[in-house]
Nanobody
Framework: QVQLVESGGGLVQAGGSLRLSCAASGRTFSSYAMGWFRQAPGEEREFVAGISKSGSTIYYADSVKGRFTISRDNAKNTLYLQMNSLKPEDTAVYYC????????????????????WGQGTQVTVSS
């Protein structure tokens, strides 16, 4: 089992940047592929980015490609999401999630593929 705790959310103006962190504890962090998801009020939870266990394979949602960067530090048991050029439509609660399965393009965006979730951190982008 792994416990996940997100941090780094907040209020930022459009065009600004934030860096989210997800600290993992419990089982070996490098045993899990990781993902970032977000959920706006009244909306479904949607995939943002995913990264393989080693960090060698990365996927992004089209809506964030070129603006967001996912990374991980297995020595520090931490997942990151660098968010640049933020837009009001990026406003949501952001969640990190872990899966013991391999990272596949066909399944990386499916919430059911993930075994563990953090509690979320709010990101608000003002116009």
């Amino acid at each position: 089992q792994v416990q996940l705790v997100e941090s780094g959310g907040g209020l930022v103006q459009a065009g600004g940047s934030l860096r989210l962190s997800c600290a993992a504890s419990g089982r070996t962090f490098s045993s899990y592929a990781m993902g970032w998801f977000r959920q706006a009020p009244g909306e479904e939870r949607e995939f943002v980015a995913g990264i393989s266990k080693s960090g060698s394979t990365i996927y992004y949602a089209d809506s964030v490609k070129g603006r967001f960067t996912i990374s991980r530090d297995n020595a520090k048991n931490t997942l990151y999401l660098q968010m640049n050029s933020l837009k009001p439509e990026d406003t949501a609660v952001y969640y990190c999630a872990a899966t013991s399965r391999g990272l596949l393009a066909s399944t990386i965006a499916l919430t059911d593929e993930y075994d563990y979730w953090g509690q979320g951190t709010q990101v608000t982008v003002s116009s």
